[in-house]
């Protein structure tokens, strides 16, 4: 599910190409999706919110500046545009969420393998650091570990400082640090001990 | 990582922070995989150090949310007809002339109403009046009119103050028009600027001010038969006495029930609804509790279940935004936070410790977030603000 960023033919995008926003769409519906999922239960909302975004991708592409980085341009876009619905709906009120289940850490299949059950009490321990984590670090680690995305590109993308974006990186690091207490040590030995750090 | 000597600073913190070294845990290739494997081989004492860094990154996994094909599909499909591709579109852009030139000024405004415009045509409208609303929060706020369309209230009025006049249409339906000769449009409901004090001057003379960022839901409660809208946010009524037709308003799943009279009713989802009596009489009714009656400068305070909490408040107090003000008395940071937070659409982050002075006086809401907060500051609250963008992060300050 990791997308990189892609280039696209710019110019023929601009003079009304479809075949170039729909490479688009294709790339980067899938990935805005699963974000937009991170924010709310209602996936109607955030099929709107897809929809609205390209709509105006395509309306607007005449007064767009070709932007550095699409993913970026559009992640940021998306979630400006989802907050503003779930603020309109009164579910976005203050930082904190409440029972909410986003950017929610969950149990890796494909990983459990390899060490039975010390893996699966490090990965609760992991998800559970996770929950007390706030929203905003979630959404940190998320966009970072996840999505890729630079130091830089998170603090452009939720709106605050690099140097905010650091501090709000570390503290989540050092949370989930702190909450997996020595299992990630002991578990590592097992990991390195495969030789490979290829990976689906 | 740009070469080895870095070695000797390299900590799980930086490690994630570093894209090559993120790269490398979640795509790697050959090139990366000999660079870091070199790396550890020639210091191994790095070893625990990349582990435990590589460990956090893959060990996480976050809840994946896939799209099936066919909504992918779907969705392509309404964007290209809302977005008129595959097609020539002039007819459309034609249609759409006459309230284009309502909706507004600035171009991206008119955008916002296209889209908002063609996202509900050939969607199931459902009944009225509680169907749910395609709300979209705006800074300048939103007229949605009864085809589905959203116009946008930028410039609504004039002198600073912000009217929007309806009137009665020939059978009946709440309708605006833009003028004399205007077509007149169905109303559905309003969603008010923010940062500003929006008036709604309803056709039998009652009036509802809005206070920022709030909604109130017309469709199917204001008609011939019966006087009821829905509010979401803060509303200030002053209702035209009117025997055979009671004013009701509806806050959560209660009722207020109105025979000429002025009060306020707060409707937010982080805290109580709160109904406040200015003048008049006002009953509160709902399913599961003894209709109350309000007196003057009482308010009621409604939770989710049993019965209002009514107690005496002081009422200039509760509607000083509609006058251009905030006004606190002895609130803790939190009242004094959120109050700001609605006017300003910003979201509140506390750090820490919280602040525990009560604070007491007004500021004027016509300021911007950062001479507010500048002003509560100077009051000797025992708090520190930090604004970023539309976030206030709040800390205790240890010395006032």
Known sequence: MRILDIRIDWTAFVAGDERVFEQVYNTFYDVLYNYGCKYTSNTELVEDAVQDLFVRFWKNRATLNEPPSLKNYLFKAFRNHMFDQLKADGRYVTDDFGDQHLFEAVPSPEDTHVAGERADAMERRLTYAMKRLSDRQREAIFLRFYEGFSYVDIAELMGITVKATYKLMARSIDAMRDGMGGSVNSILFILTGMGSYSKK | ?????????????????????????????????????????????????????????????????????????????????????????????????????????LSVFVLAGIWLYTRYVGKPTGGLGDSPQPFVASKEGRLFVSDGRALSLADWGSDGEHVLKLTWSADRS???????????????????????????????????????????????????ARRGVGVTGQCYFTVAPDAGLPFTVAVGDREVTVLGTQFDVANYPDMRHAVTLIEGSVRLSGEAMPPVLLKPGQQAQIGHDGSPIVADVDVTRVTAWKDGSFAF????????????????????????????????????????????????????????????GKTVKVSKLDTP
């Open chain 2, 174 to 224: 709440l309708v605006f028009a833009d003028g004399p000769g205007q077509t007149a449009l169905g109303v559905d409901s309003i969603t008010s600027p923010m940062e500003a004090v929006f008036r709604v001057a309803l056709p039998d003379g009652s009036q509802v001010w809005m206070n920022s960022g709030s909604t109130l839901r017309l469709a199917g409660r204001y008609t011939g």
């Open chain 2, 329 to 388: 008395r002895n609130d803790a940071i939190e009242e004094v936070m959120a109050q700001l937070a609605r006017w300003y659409g910003a979201t509140v982050v506390y750090e820490g410790a919280r602040p525990e002075l009560p604070i007491s006086g007004s500021i004027p809401t016509t300021l911007s977030l950062d001479d507010a907060l500048a002003i509560l500051q100077g009051t000797g609250v025992d708090a520190a603000f930090e604004v970023e």
């Open chain 2, 1 to 105: 990582m740009e070469s080895d000597n870095e070695f000797d600073r390299i900590t799980v913190q930086g490690l994630i922070a570093d894209d090559a070294f993120l790269k490398w845990v979640n795509q790697p290739d050959e090139a990366l995989e000999n660079r870091w494997k070199g790396l550890i081989d020639r210091h191994p004492e790095l070893q625990p150090v990349v582990d435990e860094a590589r460990a956090l990154v893959r060990q996480l996994r976050f809840a994946e949310h896939r799209a099936p094909a066919e909504r992918k599909q779907l969705v392509l499909d309404r964007i290209k007809a809302a977005a008129g591709m595959g097609q020539e579109e002039r007819g459309k852009a034609v249609s759409m002339r006459r309230w284009v030139q309502v909706a507004a000024s």
